[in-house]
């Protein structure tokens, strides 16, 4: 797999919550560190996405926030 966004975090798929039309997958990338995201549920079963299969976070943005207490 070659992409060209930079933040590629490998995980494990923790959970997936089928919607009607969108799914929610929890990849977990470290002990207790899990990044969320929503894709279709068409690209989720295609992935063959379940849990405890690998998978990788992909972030592509042009903007990423930073915020301190």
């Known amino acids: 797999m ?3 966004a930079r933040n590629q975090i ?3 798929v923790k ?3 089928h919607g009607a ?3 929610e997958v929890v990849i977990e990338v470290a002990p207790g560190v899990e990044i969320v995201s929503v894709v279709t549920k068409a690209s989720a079963e295609s992935r063959g996405l ?3 299969s690998p ?3 992909v ?3 042009s903007n990423v926030m930073v915020a301190v207490d």
């Open 2 to 4: 070659k992409l060209s």
């Open 10 to 12: 490998k995980g494990t």
């Open 15 to 17: 959970s997936i919550n």
């Open 21 to 23: 039309v969108n799914s």
């Open 50 to 52: 379940k849990p405890g």
């Open 55 to 57: 998978a990788y976070a």
């Open 59 to 61: 972030v592509k943005a």
